[in-house]
């Protein structure tokens, strides 16, 4: 505990291709926040290489902490308990970061607390937001999920709707390996798509059976891959982005309200890497603002990944009572909640 009396706690993550270590003081104060990126390692293969994340996690988990501890101004014996990423993910670079923030509990005598991934993405909420209504529907889109959850209360979730294929993300960073626009897809097509147009291309939307909540982009994917077969050149580049990033959106978007409409709830979070897109930001204030919803959004550096999220909801966790003992395991796939009755 530092000598103000906040509960500090260091949070690690290391699920895919982002070394990350955070201080955050009783849940909301953000006192460190280190990222390592991958994303330059990864670009020359388009896509992340597990065995080649796994191995730089490995060369700067130590350095990120150390950073993390160097900026907050603390030490290991400050701190009240170690949070890390446990699950999903890739299981190797998560095991670097287990493995880290075990050493520390055990030689520090911390409380560990395992943090599924996901759940921290809802949590950066609580980051900028102070006044959260709960109960809250929350789209968690990133390059590896895409679901619509009815979040109760703190660890008590239901899946409202995912995705029956593709992610978001993975669909934004496939269809930019198709245009050949660079990694990571996203952030390419959110920038060449501030100067497009997107009603240039009419790209199909997925709407599926009426009232489904669930989402699907593979058709999306399949759709620009035959398109550019006949020729890119065909669109300018900046069309291509505009047109495939209102389809993604708009299906987000669409989804999502009809999500806080059918369970009543008056407040709406958005989390996950793809929360970060100007145009789902836009488009999610302008449907709320138009059903009188509130709407949190964190900031695109809390929105990728990053351990501050770890931290967070590992201070809701300690304050709720719940740690882990130095056998916690790494899992690559885990559902954070049940989906609703069909």
């Known amino acids: 505990m530092s000598a103000d009396g906040n ?57 990120v902490i150390g950073e993390a501890l160097k900026v907050a101004g603390i030490g290991f014996s400050d701190l009240d308990a170690v949070a890390v990423a446990n699950r999903p993910g890739l299981v190797g670079a998560l095991l670097v970061g287990v493995s880290a923030a075990k050493a520390i509990a055990y030689a520090a005598r911390k409380p560990l607390i395992g943090i599924h991934h996901i759940e921290a993405h809802i949590y950066a909420n609580y980051l900028t937001q102070n006044d959260i209504q709960l ?65 240039a291309i009419r790209f199909p939307r997925a709407w599926l059976a009426p009232g489904s909540l669930d989402l699907s982009f593979s058709g999306l994917k399949t759709a620009v891959r035959n398109l550019s077969r006949q020729g890119i050149d065909q669109y300018s580049i900046e069309d291509w982005a505009a047109s495939l990033q209102a389809a993604i959106v708009d299906i987000l978007v669409g989804k999502t309200i009809e999500a806080a409409r059918r369970t009543g709830v008056r407040q709406v979070m958005a989390a996950g890497g793809v929360a970060a897109n100007s145009g789902l930001s836009a488009a999610l204030k302008s449907a709320c603002a138009s059903d009188g919803l509130a709407l949190s959004i964190p900031p695109p550096i809390l ?37 609703s009755p069909r």
């Open 303 to 339: 929105c990728t990944d990053n351990a501050a999220m770890i931290a967070c909801a590992g201070s809701f966790q300690l304050a709720a009572g719940r740690t882990d003992t130095l056998a916690l395991e790494t899992v690559p796939s885990e559902a954070l909640a049940l989906p």
């Open 135 to 199: 109960p809250a529907v929350c789209l968690v889109a990133s390059g590896g999920h895409s679901e619509i959850f009815l979040v109760r209360g703190h660890a008590d979730y239901e899946i409202l709707g995912r995705t029956r294929d593709d992610a978001a993300g993975e669909a934004f960073d496939k269809s930019a390996r198709l245009l050949g626009i660079g990694y990571p897809g996203g952030a390419v097509i959110d920038r060449l798509a501030q100067t497009g147009n997107p009603d």
């Open 7 to 63: 509960v500090l706690i260091l949070g690690i993550e290391t699920s895919c291709d982002e070394t990350g270590a955070s201080v955050v003081a009783d849940g909301r104060e953000i006192r460190s926040n280190i990222i390592a990126s991958q994303a330059q390692l990864h670009e020359i293969t388009g896509g992340v290489v597990p065995e080649i994340a796994s191995r730089e996690h490995v060369a700067k988990v130590n350095a």
